[in-house]
């Protein structure tokens, strides 16, 4: 069993609105405060961060079955910058589809969902709670199974494993089956952008660039994914590099 604490990425994470979700049919149901044995936090540490966007994460995160996520709501009011906002003040907390998953709180007050053993692979749950206020959170969970996609996380390649190249500092497949590309992370910022096929059994890989801020005209998409442990290499695949006269690099990927 896994504690995940999850962050922040590119966008914000879809809403399941009340609407929505009645019409798809699903239930919300609730966990209250007083149902985990949660004491009434004092108004006073909750401030009202104002007008802005209140949420877990910023884009769909992914888990597996059995794992624990914390709950850390975030406040935005200007892309790239978020402040922290105290967990303990969070109430009404709920999960959708209802039975994938169970919420508890710590001693702290901080709410914790774990997803059931046996919740399906390939499955989106929406989590959901409220900051004083009548402010409302959501973040979006993508199960899979490491077996059954074990590219699934981050992956970076070291400087001193490729000195005659530019190393790729961030390399993410989500479960969800997009991918990202970023030479040098700052914040939210990634280079390129898009969506993945992958064959667990044979390793074919196959690449679909959908977007970016900066696109290698030297990408070669498809190829052969060689996982050894948590070490990653590509057989014909290509990244690309961020510049047109820049040598790519040919080192391991790294979790």
């Known amino acids: 069993m896994k504690l995940r604490a999850m962050m922040a990425g590119v966008a914000l994470a879809a809403v399941c609105t009340a609407s929505v979700c009645a019409q798809e049919g699903i ?8 149902d985990t044995g949660m004491a009434e936090t004092p108004a006073e540490a909750c401030p009202d961060a104002g007008e802005g966007g209140y949420f877990f994460w910023m884009e769909p995160q992914s888990a597996e079955p059995g794992d624990e996520i914390a709950l850390f709501p975030y406040f ?14 969070l109430s009404d907390v709920t999960v ?23 919740a399906p692979a390939g499955e989106r749950l929406v989590i959901s709670a409220v900051y004083p206020g009548d402010r409302s959170l959501t973040g979006i969970v993508e199960l899979y199974r490491r077996q059954d996609n074990p590219l699934v996380g981050t992956w970076r390649q070291a400087s001193e494993d490729c000195p005659a190249g530019i190393p790729i500092r961030e390399l993410v497949f989500t479960a969800g089956g997009e991918f990202s590309v970023t030479w040098t ?11 993945y096929d992958y064959d ?27 996982l050894t442990g948590d070490s990653l290499s590509f057989d014909d695949l290509s990244f690309g590099t961020p510049f047109p006269d820049a040598a790519a690099c040919s080192a391991e990927f790294a979790r």
């Open 185 to 195: 992370p700052f914040e939210s910022y990634k280079d390129y952008w898009g969506s």
């Open 27 to 34: 239930e919300i149901l609730s966990i209250e405060d007083e």
């Open 96 to 118: 959708l589809p209802e039975g994938l998953a169970a919420v508890s709180r710590q001693e702290d007050g901080l709410p914790i969902v774990t997803i059931a053993a046996d």
């Open 200 to 226: 667990a059994g044979s390793g074919a890989i196959q690449l679909e660039v959908e977007g970016g801020n900066r696109v290698p005209e030297n990408i070669a998409p498809g190829g052969t994914a060689m």
């Open 76 to 89: 935005a009011n200007m892309p790239g910058m978020y402040d922290s906002l105290p967990a303990e003040c």
